[in-house]
């Protein structure tokens, strides 16, 4: 048993068996599991098309309106809304600079143009800031992401941002 590596018979049967046995695993083991999965998922998204299409006959103006029924929709301002979102994402002040250019009309449409930098945050804590912003402010747009690393710090990044939100 000591020496069973320089049996050839290890090589010349038992390897090719082992090879001819995985076809076989994925066919009977793997390949009905992967459609079962498959079909669960595929029943699970009929399922929550279904419910969708059933809030949005019952009320239409759902998607347009905000979550809490009781807020009163103010006017878009950037510093308001990146300050109070940066909070929410556990984003320190300190970590955050932004600012905002005047309002302009561009293509017959009222927008104005602002920059967001964060330092030494995660990507974690980008991703869902922006995320979260341009859930909760449907006429803002990121037209502008670069992330930079900082050397010798795994998960730390400057994060620069440039929206535009149109009124």
């Known amino acids: 048993m000591h020496d069973i590596h320089r049996n050839?018979?290890?090589?010349?049967?038992?390897?090719?068996?082992?090879?001819?046995?995985?076809?076989?695993?994925v066919r009977a083991v793997y390949l009905p599991a992967a459609e079962r999965d498959c079909d669960q998922d595929y029943s699970l998204l009929i399922e929550g098309q279904t419910q969708i299409m059933?809030?949005?006959?019952?009320?239409?103006?759902?998607?347009?309106?905000?979550?809490?029924?009781?807020?009163?929709?103010?006017?878009?301002?950037?510093?308001?809304?990146?300050?109070?979102?940066?909070?929410?994402?556990?984003?320190?002040?300190?970590?955050?600079?932004?600012?905002?250019g005047g309002k302009v009309n561009f293509s017959g449409k009222q927008r104005q143009d602002g920059t967001v930098n964060f330092k030494d945050i995660s990507i974690?804590?980008?991703?869902?800031?922006?995320?979260?912003?341009?859930?909760?402010y449907i006429n803002l747009q990121c037209d502008k992401i670069e992330l930079t690393t900082r050397k010798d710090m795994p998960d730390q990044w400057k994060v620069d941002l440039h929206f535009i939100y149109y009124y």
């Open 8 to 25: 050839p018979i290890l090589y010349y049967l038992g390897i090719p068996l082992l090879i001819g046995l995985w076809p076989l695993l």
């Open 54 to 100: 059933g809030i949005l006959e019952i009320d239409p103006q759902r998607i347009l309106r905000a979550v809490d029924p009781n807020n009163v929709v103010r006017e878009f301002a950037y510093d308001v809304a990146v300050p109070q979102v940066a909070n929410l994402c556990a984003i320190p002040p300190g970590n955050l600079q932004y600012g905002a």
């Open 124 to 136: 974690v804590q980008a991703a869902k800031f922006l995320s979260m912003i341009q859930t909760t």
